[in-house]
């Protein structure tokens, strides 16, 4: 019997795989790809007869502080290359209302001039709630009406061409820093002290971020995130992790009396009897195979990721930026000139767009005109060159009507099986370090294994 199985060899079905072989277990790891990582993978590139090895997007690792699991996913004795580890926090930028701040990703409220005042008076009258029904009244709770209507519709409108009305709250949370630019230091100073609003206003300056509370992020010395993603993947199967590419569930089979998953037939006609499943893809994907109706169904966009070679350096010292504008060509960049991940005189900068079926001709071409707009870049900056891939069906929308039929299938059928359980985006966990602990939780929930120290 294989005591866990898991469903899908991303990068939260590799880091599960990773703690489960570290406690001793037997595992499986279905993928319908050919490859593991999903998008946490680095593609060769050539520019000018150069080849670079540039990241799908912003993937960025993050230690867990635990050590036994770092070791296990980080850490593991026959890596053979070396980590670069951030000094404090990474710097992060963002673009509000066609403004850039090369200091902070937050949203840049100042740019509402006198009306930042009002804003903030609603700040400070509203109680923020967690339980909110939608994107629109989680986000009139946390950040009140004028935000809601202007700068926070703008950039969920941006990401997902839907209202926040239509929207549940994780469209909000998840994408949008929680804290707001509301001045320069001196006013941020005493707003901070402001226990009306607390939790919501950020830091005005890089350097006055407290770098003792920086989680550690760190990445590989070179050859971009596919060194390590291969590297786990590799030490895994050396391990005895069983990896099946090119193949996905078909069937899954329960226990009549107990509910435990006891069977699940592949697409190849395989059948595994697990002790433990966790699933990386979404409830409704297992749902049906279960042969349960999953209700609604996600409705997704399309990422493409666009490379452009440029003929001059960015003119700030920010790696990323998140694009909170309405119509953005892009949604966040990387700024390959201030990370050291590719040669001085190679100027280059990776756009993430989320796109529907109909792209505009030339993305990397209109997203640097927004950031020579913004000023991030020069305006006599040129393409040079660019690349570009698309990956289909990535980002699902999170609609209210989806969330309330997920929550409704978890209450009513996989809630109940005591051997399942889901990790990631699957479970409503779309960052590295809150993967890496749902991770841990699952496995001692699904085989009993041990805590981790």
């Given at each position: 019997m294989?005591?866990?199985?898991?469903i899908?060899?991303?990068?939260?079905?590799l880091?599960?795989a990773a703690?489960?072989?570290?406690q001793g277990?037997?595992?499986?790891?279905?993928?319908?790809?050919p490859?593991?990582?999903?998008?946490?993978k680095?593609?060769?590139v050539?520019?000018?007869g150069r080849?670079?090895?540039?990241?799908?997007g912003?993937?960025?690792?993050?230690l867990?502080?635990?050590k036994s699991?770092?070791?296990?996913?980080?850490?593991r004795p026959?890596?053979?290359?070396?980590w670069?580890y951030?000094?404090g926090?990474?710097?992060?930028?963002a673009?509000?209302?066609d403004?850039?701040?090369?200091?902070?990703?937050c949203?840049?409220?100042?740019v509402?001039?006198?009306?930042?005042?009002?804003?903030?008076?609603?700040?400070?009258?509203?109680r923020?709630v967690e339980?909110?029904?939608?994107?629109e009244d989680?986000s009139?709770?946390?950040?009140g009406?004028?935000l809601?209507?202007g700068l926070?519709?703008?950039a969920v409108?941006?990401?997902?061409?839907?209202?926040l009305?239509e929207l549940?709250?994780?469209?909000?949370?998840?994408?949008?820093?929680?804290?707001m630019?509301?001045g320069d230091h001196?006013?941020t100073?005493?707003?901070?002290n402001d226990?009306a609003?607390?939790?919501?206003?950020?830091?005005a300056?890089?350097?006055?971020l407290?770098k003792n509370?920086a989680r550690?992020?760190?990445r590989?010395?070179?050859?971009?995130?596919?060194t390590w993603i291969n590297?786990?993947?590799?030490s895994?199967?050396a391990?005895g992790?069983t990896?099946l590419?090119?193949?996905?569930?078909?069937e899954?089979?329960r226990?009549?009396?107990t509910?435990?998953?006891?069977r699940?037939?592949?697409?190849?006609?395989?059948?595994i009897?697990p002790a433990?499943?966790?699933?990386?893809?979404a409830p409704a994907?297992?749902?049906?195979?279960?042969?349960?109706?999953?209700g609604?169904?996600p409705?997704?966009?399309h990422?493409q990721i666009s490379?452009?070679?440029?003929d001059?350096?960015?003119s700030?010292?920010?790696?990323?930026a998140?694009?909170?504008?309405r119509?953005?060509a892009?949604f966040r960049a990387?700024?390959h000139d201030?990370i050291?991940?590719?040669?001085?005189?190679?100027?280059?900068?990776?756009?993430?767009?989320?796109?529907?079926e109909?792209?505009?001709?030339?993305l990397?071409?209109a997203a640097?005109d927004?950031?020579k707009?913004c000023?991030?870049?020069?305006?006599?900056?040129?393409?040079?060159?660019?690349h570009s891939?698309l990956?289909?069906?990535?980002?699902?929308?999170p609609?209210v009507?989806?969330g309330?039929?997920?929550?409704?299938?978890k209450?009513?059928?996989?809630?109940l099986?005591?051997?399942?359980?889901f990790?990631?985006r699957?479970?409503?966990?779309p960052?590295l370090d809150?993967?890496i602990?749902?991770?841990?939780l699952?496995?001692?929930?699904?085989?009993?294994a041990?805590d981790y120290?």
């Amino acid at each position: 019997m294989t005591e866990l199985v898991v469903i899908g060899a991303g990068v939260a079905g590799l880091v599960c795989a990773a703690l489960a072989r570290a406690q001793g277990a037997s595992v499986t790891v279905i993928e319908a790809g050919p490859t593991a990582g999903g998008l946490w993978k680095s593609t060769a590139v050539e520019f000018g007869g150069r080849s670079h090895k540039l990241d799908a997007g912003l993937r960025l690792p993050v230690l867990s502080g635990t050590k036994s699991i770092d070791d296990a996913i980080f850490h593991r004795p026959d890596f053979k290359f070396s980590w670069v580890y951030y000094d404090g926090w990474p710097r992060e930028s963002a673009i509000t209302a066609d403004s850039f701040n090369s200091e902070s990703s937050c949203l840049d409220t100042t740019v509402l001039g006198t009306r930042l005042n009002v804003a903030l008076d609603e700040m400070r009258a509203t109680r923020p709630v967690e339980n909110a029904d939608n994107a629109e009244d989680y986000s009139l709770n946390w950040f009140g009406p004028t935000l809601t209507n202007g700068l926070v519709r703008d950039a969920v409108l941006g990401l997902f061409e839907t209202e926040l009305p239509e929207l549940a709250p994780n469209a909000v949370k998840w994408f949008l820093p929680r804290r707001m630019i509301a001045g320069d230091h001196q006013a941020t100073s005493i707003l901070l002290n402001d226990e009306a609003l607390a939790g919501r206003i950020a830091h005005a300056r890089y350097s006055d971020l407290p770098k003792n509370s920086a989680r550690q992020f760190l990445r590989p010395q070179g050859g971009g995130i596919s060194t390590w993603i291969n590297a786990l993947q590799q030490s895994l199967a050396a391990d005895g992790v069983t990896f099946l590419f090119n193949d996905a569930v078909q069937e899954i089979h329960r226990a009549p009396v107990t509910q435990r998953l006891e069977r699940i037939v592949l697409r190849s006609g395989e059948v595994i009897r697990p002790a433990g499943v966790i699933s990386t893809i979404a409830p409704a994907l297992v749902a049906r195979a279960m042969g349960v109706s999953p209700g609604t169904m996600p409705r997704f966009r399309h990422l493409q990721i666009s490379h452009a070679l440029v003929d001059r350096p960015v003119s700030h010292q920010a790696e990323y930026a998140l694009n909170f504008n309405r119509h953005p060509a892009f949604f966040r960049a990387i700024f390959h000139d201030n990370i050291g991940d590719v040669a001085a005189d190679s100027h280059i900068i990776t756009f993430e767009h989320l796109v529907d079926e109909l792209l505009p001709a030339d993305l990397a071409g209109a997203a640097l005109d927004e950031c020579k707009r913004c000023g991030i870049i020069d305006a006599r900056a040129t393409v040079l060159g660019s690349h570009s891939d698309l990956y289909r069906n990535i980002i699902p929308v999170p609609t209210v009507d989806y969330g309330k039929a997920t929550a409704q299938l978890k209450r009513d059928t996989l809630e109940l099986i005591p051997n399942l359980r889901f990790v990631g985006r699957s479970a409503g966990t779309p960052f590295l370090d809150g993967i890496i602990q749902e991770a841990a939780l699952a496995i001692k929930t699904t085989i009993g294994a041990e805590d981790y120290a």
